[in-house]
């Protein structure tokens, strides 16, 4: 048996899972999972769920075969029973002798259950009331409460293994992670964001001349599950390094690290004394579209951080941007919350789309044939006084797409810009800059 303690009261509900093998069926109840709270109430000893005192039971029922849960008010009998749920299709799982891995999940409402097996959303439902438990004792594998004199009975009599309990709703993806790791999926644990990046162009068979990525800076959470879409691994392991991935057509796989942008210098700069000014008039836009001044992070089954600017909250109300990070150390959460929190506290100048002939500057069919990239610093240059904040201003390429009127022989090389302060980073305690003295990410 293993035990543990658990609040649901105050907490954004809560997970149990574990491995269960048997090879017969039972003459009594089997528990797999059970629930006694320890608050100081009018205790009813015995093994019975409807007693005072007994939260909740989950196990393989006997007659039925099947799998069977109550939860209850602690605090009265059975009419206060919030649910109640017998399997009506059990699928053998009570005797076949085969490993099996059970899930049960109470979401953040404390009111809707659901029950997994092997992976995938078993059954669910809603309990008549929300539960509100107090403080309470976990037990694996049988109804356990020494307190009242209760210890042990309706144990289970086969085989168990990795029992274990979250103090949160985990997601269908992750119990699905849960069970494809302990049913033989392979699962790693601190790569680092190249080594991961080329463990999956090796499930996606990308060629190796097609891939092309920089030096790795941090080591990752998570687990490769077979039947993950490629790319969309790709795009998770990249963001969760603060990077980019993207195809660079030039049939190549591209990683930039979250470096590439940080202090680079300037590739390019575009003006109308050099042929190279945009073909159409820019619009420079100010808003506050992109504020945030309270950045929430948080690491997978780790830490959380949380960062608010009182003074952009003053001036444009509360901005609240959220986002999680499979980071193997604290340190990584607080950079990453730290530069999200310090870059985007204050309104900046944006530029979302600027528009190139490329046919009439040396420069820009340069830039448009593949001496410009995402993550490069570009400056305009001579910008007209009537449209723009200032004559000369630093960008970083978020996006290139080409274009081409074959009719009328006209090629066009578009981008999508970043003001480049976002990508200045300084070391704290030895930049003396005054407000870009940041900390580092």
């Known amino acids: 048996m293993a035990y543990g303690y658990i609040n649901p ?8 899972e574990v491995w269960f093998k048997s090879d017969a069926t039972s003459s009594t109840f089997r528990t797999l999972w059970n629930s006694r709270t320890q608050a100081s109430v009018t205790w ?13 039971t989950f196990g393989i029922a006997q007659t039925v075969n099947a799998f069977q849960f109550t939860i209850a008010d602690e605090t009265n ?12 299709s059990p699928t053998g799982y009570a005797s076949d002798n085969v490993w099996h891995h059970v899930a049960f999940r109470l979401s953040a409402n404390r009111v809707t259950w ?6 995938a959303v078993y059954a669910t439902g809603n309990t008549s009331a929300p539960v509100d438990w107090k403080p309470s004792l976990q037990t694996f594998g049988a109804e356990y409460a020494p307190h009242v004199g209760d210890f042990g009975n309706t144990l289970w009599n086969k085989w168990l293994s990795y029992c274990a309990m979250y103090e949160k709703p985990l997601s269908d993806n992750r119990i699905f992670e849960h069970y494809t790791a302990g049913s033989g999926g392979t699962v790693y644990y601190g790569d680092d964001e190249v080594t991961r990046l080329h463990r999956i162009a090796d499930w996606a068979e990308v060629p190796e001349q097609s891939r ?4 790795a800076l941090i080591n990752l959470q998570g687990i490769q599950v077979a039947g993950t879409n490629a790319l969309q691994a790709f795009q998770e392991s990249a963001n969760a ?27 390019a700069t575009f003006s109308e004394t050099n042929g190279s000014a945009p073909e159409v008039g820019l619009t420079f836009t100010v808003d506050d579209n992109n504020i945030y001044n309270d950045v929430r992070g948080e690491r997978p089954f780790g830490s959380q951080i949380r960062q608010v600017d009182d003074a952009s909250k003053a001036s444009f109300g509360r901005k609240t941007y959220s986002f999680s990070l499979p980071l193997t150390t604290h340190e990584e959460l607080l950079n990453a919350v730290s530069w999200i929190s310090t870059r985007y506290r204050e309104a900046v100048i944006r530029v979302s789309q600027i528009l190139f002939r490329a046919e009439s500057s040396d420069l820009i069919e340069w830039a448009s044939t593949g001496g410009l990239r995402i993550g490069d610093h570009i400056t305009l240059e001579e910008l007209p006084a009537d449209a723009a904040p200032e004559s000369t201003m630093e960008f970083i390429v978020e996006k290139i797409s080409i274009g081409a009127d074959l009719k009328n022989k006209i090629w066009t090389l578009s981008l999508e810009l970043s003001p480049y302060e976002l990508q200045k980073v300084y070391q704290v305690g030895v930049s003396t800059l005054g407000s870009a003295d940041k900390i580092a990410y």
């Open 114 to 119: 659901t029950v997994f097996l092997d992976g």
């Open 77 to 88: 009998l059975i009419a206060n029973t919030v649910a109640f749920w017998t399997d009506p």
């Open 241 to 267: 390094a603060g990077g980019l991935v993207f195809a660079d057509g030039q049939s190549r796989l591209v990683y930039h690290n979250r470096r590439h942008s940080y202090n680079r210098w300037n590739i």
């Open 44 to 56: 009813n000893l015995g093994a019975s769920i409807t007693g005072v005192g007994r939260q909740m």
């Open 9 to 16: 009261a105050v907490g954004p509900g809560f997970t149990w």
């Open 212 to 215: 092309e990525f920089e030096t």
